[in-house]
């Protein structure tokens, strides 16, 4: 069936640093891929998304590359603040208008 | 502009009492509707979802239902609940495969 795994599940970087997190999809026809951020007690909200027909996307510090033929996407925040502290969710879409979500990660920027 | 509004935003309710949660759309027609729920700490797992008014797909069999009486209303509901359907539930909307967005959630602890 669909399913989509993430990694790692909790990641701390030191502010400044990059931060990059990993999904992978089991469903070939899958051909949208957003990303998710959750602050605590909220409701997740899209920070990026990526197309199957597009192998790379940048909005300022956050990025997500894609890898149609390993079934992989990554995103991938650089000189992370400690604002950028939540809990990231990928998730992939095989177009019948479902979302398949990662189990998370939990990324925690030190100041 | 689309808004989504879900209620209530917690609930505590004993085990083997009805649920019953709803959401609703406004600003678009023929929405695609989700829900989805988080258990603590974890990813987000689909539950429901709908393309039309009284289509509704289930993802993972359990004790709960959902409906869709209105073209921009989701209905959720358990006829009793179980200590197992404690958690965040999350109503979400969509047109086409583009980003969805979510509600506020409702936290629901059974006890």
């Known amino acids: 069936g669909e399913n989509v795994e993430q990694h790692p599940s909790t990641l701390s970087v030191q502010e400044g640093d990059s931060a990059v997190i990993k999904c992978t999809y089991s469903?070939?026809?899958?051909?949208?891929f957003p990303w998710y951020k959750q602050e605590l007690g909220k409701r997740p909200q899209l920070i990026i998304d990526?197309?199957?027909?597009?192998g790379e996307k940048k909005d300022q510090r956050i990025a997500v590359t894609l890898n149609k033929t390993a079934k992989h996407f990554s995103l991938h925040i650089t000189e992370t603040q400690p604002e950028d502290s939540a809990a990231y969710f990928c998730a992939a879409s095989p177009g019948t208008y479902k979302y398949i979500f990662g189990t998370g990660t939990r990324l925690k920027v030190l100041a | 502009s689309q808004t989504i509004h879900q209620w209530p935003a917690t609930l505590v309710q004993p085990v083997g009492s009805p649920l019953s949660l709803e959401c609703t759309v406004e600003g678009t027609s023929n929405p695609n509707l989700y829900w989805y729920r988080q258990a603590a700490g974890r990813g987000l797992q689909l539950l429901f979802y709908s393309i039309g008014i009284g289509q509704i797909s289930s993802e993972v069999p359990q004790n709960l239902s959902a409906s869709r009486p209105q073209d921009r209303q989701f209905i959720l509901s358990s006829k009793k609940l179980l200590l197992s359907d404690s958690g965040f539930y999350l109503c979400?909307?969509?047109?086409?495969?583009?980003?969805?967005?979510f509600g506020q959630g409702t936290r629901l602890t059974v006890v």
């Open positions: 990526i197309r199957s027909n597009v």
């Open positions: 979400a909307w969509s047109v086409s495969v583009t980003e969805a967005f």
């Open positions: 469903d070939s026809a899958s051909n949208y």
